[in-house]
């Protein structure tokens, strides 16, 4: 019953923005670290961006200065606010839901398509 459901993705022009959300529900929200991932066709799905249980945030470098995340634990809400776009920046972004405290958990969401393109 565990679900993270994406939403925000879409095509944008290079130096545009985007905002990602990804809902969670059936997990106690709170106590999970929560990722963005992305995949690129033929490539191997790397970390965009997380943010602790604790708030602590790391970025991937290509994305550092360009994205920022952030969580509302009360909405059970993660977001991507994406700017300043490249076309390498395209491709499927995935939200992941990870415990690490207490029982070792981990989750993902279907996934968004983003595309970065003239």
């Known amino acids: 019953q565990v679900q993270l459901v994406e939403s925000g993705g879409g095509l944008v022009h290079p130096g545009g923005s985007l905002r990602l959300s990804c809902a969670a529900s059936?997990?106690?929200?709170?106590?999970?670290?929560m990722g963005w991932y992305r995949q690129a066709p033929g490539k191997q799905r790397e970390l965009v961006a997380r943010?602790?249980?604790?708030?602590?945030?790391n970025y991937a470098d290509s994305v550092k200065g360009r994205f920022t995340i952030s969580r509302d634990n009360a909405e059970n809400t993660v977001h991507l606010q994406m700017n300043s776009l490249r076309p390498e920046d395209t491709a499927v972004y995935y939200c992941n839901a990870e415990r690490t405290l207490l029982t070792k958990r981990n989750y993902w969401g279907q996934g968004t398509q983003v595309t970065v393109s003239s």
């Open positions: 059936g997990i106690y929200f709170s106590t999970y670290d």
């Open positions: 943010i602790t249980s604790g708030g602590t945030t």
